[in-house]
């Protein structure tokens, strides 16, 4: 038998063009009950190629329909997720599928896959509404070989309760960006309090000072005891000291590079070439002075880098995602007591701190004492040069915070972008 065209089957099956599929079924199951009724069998095989040709064409209709519904959702999600994405360098190409988004990235390395995974899920927030559903991501290189793979489950709207029980990784990052953007801020808060309780601010800074006379020592090579309100120094070069530091700078270099941790072994090459150069390098003389001025500075480098190295990560035997809290509070309120005392004795509205704790403002051993009577410097010279100090580590410590933030928080950056662009 000849093929229909399709417009006889709509005419034999009593149909119009916009029938569904659901009303081909019941007029052809009606049209066959009313020929088997009537005794009437010689159309029932008309009746049935037009039935079969009817419903196939309709059922490729729909799935075409399907098809362009289906790359049209691929497509906005594509756009809006490159919309986000455009400033920060990453195009991305999204899949549909019956149970899942697959989204292809391309070229973007293993260690930019949390921020990368962070920002499109905020994406994919904003986008998609009252929704549970799973994507995966993937990023492939120039040859479409796999770099990395991960999944993350988007639930928005009534799901968004759902949200805490998966994107652990997402969760974590989401609050190191907290932590980073609120960590320092409520560092200062507290130090600002704590420094209203004048025993307790000096308490915590003089430790600062003495571990600063004690640093200068030890990358020195020479050895130091830390007491209270005092630093025992010996008077000889040891060597035991100088490679003792020498090993252990180069133990936490070895976990740095085994974990991967960059900072960590940037800070230990500095180290390790200040040490050299204040063992091997420095004279005697020059480092007397730096011994001397080691204790207030140390107030102000010292304390200036436990506040930076909050944003660090160092090696997991350090402990530090507990204890760099504790860093942190005890740099800032070290740091900002001495800054403002320092900026307070600059405008003349408090005096230098000479003499000692134990021997009183008329003591000539003390710091300042030694820098003024044998060092030579003038009090104004004493002034600034600490003053001086203290702007370059606020500088810094304003600088890291700004690029941590910069760096952990991708939608801050996307929204700088948007904001200049």
């Not at 159309?43 to 309709?58: F, G, M, P, V």
């Not at 230990?268 to 063992?279: D, K, R, V």
Request: net charge positive; proline share 1%; hydrophobic share 40%.
């Amino acid at each position: 038998m000849d093929n229909l065209s399709i417009e006889q089957c709509y005419q034999i099956l009593k149909l119009n063009d916009q029938a569904t599929l659901e009303d081909i079924d019941h007029s052809y199951y009606k049209l066959i009950g009313e020929k088997l009724k009537s005794g009437n069998k010689e159309d029932i095989n008309t009746l049935k190629q037009a039935y079969s040709q009817l419903r196939e064409y309709c059922q490729n209709q729909e799935n075409n329909k399907q098809e362009k519904e289906e790359k049209k959702y691929q497509n906005f999600l594509t756009n809006s997720l490159n919309q986000d994405l455009k400033n920060i360098g990453i195009r991305v190409k999204v899949k549909s599928f019956p149970n899942h988004l697959e989204v292809i990235i391309k070229n973007v390395k293993i260690s930019k896959k949390i921020l990368t995974i962070k920002l499109i899920y905020d994406s994919f927030n904003h986008i998609l509404k009252d929704s549970e559903q799973d994507v995966v991501i993937s990023s492939i290189d120039s040859k479409n070989n796999l770099i990395w793979q991960d999944k993350i489950k988007i639930c928005t709207g009534i799901y968004a309760h759902n949200a805490g029980k998966y994107n652990t990784e997402i969760l974590l990052k989401e609050a190191e960006i907290t932590t980073n953007l609120y960590g320092l801020p409520m560092a200062f808060l507290i130090a600002f309090a704590i420094n209203f309780i004048n025993p307790l601010a000096w308490f915590i800074s003089m430790w600062v000072h003495e571990f600063g006379h004690a640093t200068i020592a030890w990358f020195s090579g020479y050895r130091a005891m830390v007491t209270f309100a005092g630093t025992i120094i010996s008077f000889d070069r040891s060597l035991f000291v100088y490679f003792g530091i020498l090993i252990l700078i180069g133990l936490t270099f070895y976990s740095g590079w085994k974990e991967q941790k960059k900072m960590t072994m940037i800070v230990c090459l500095i180290l390790a070439i200040m040490q050299f150069i204040l063992t091997w390098k420095t004279s005697y003389s020059t480092y007397q002075m730096l011994l001397y001025f080691g204790g207030i500075g140390g107030e102000f480098y010292l304390s200036a880098l436990l506040i930076i190295a909050f944003y660090w990560r160092l090696p997991e035997k350090f402990y530090w995602e507990f204890w760099r809290f504790f860093a942190l509070i005890i740099g800032a309120t070290t740091f900002w007591g001495n800054f403002t005392k320092w900026h307070r004795i600059g405008k003349g509205k408090a005096d230098i701190p000479w003499g000692t704790f134990w021997g009183g403002r008329g003591d000539s051993g003390g710091d300042l004492n030694v820098l003024n009577n044998e060092v030579g410097w003038s009090a104004d010279q004493i002034i600034n040069t600490y003053n001086t100090l203290g702007f370059i580590c606020f500088s810094i410590i304003i600088g890291t915070y700004v690029y941590y933030l910069w760096k952990s928080n991708p939608i801050f950056r996307l929204q700088i972008s948007r904001f200049f662009s």
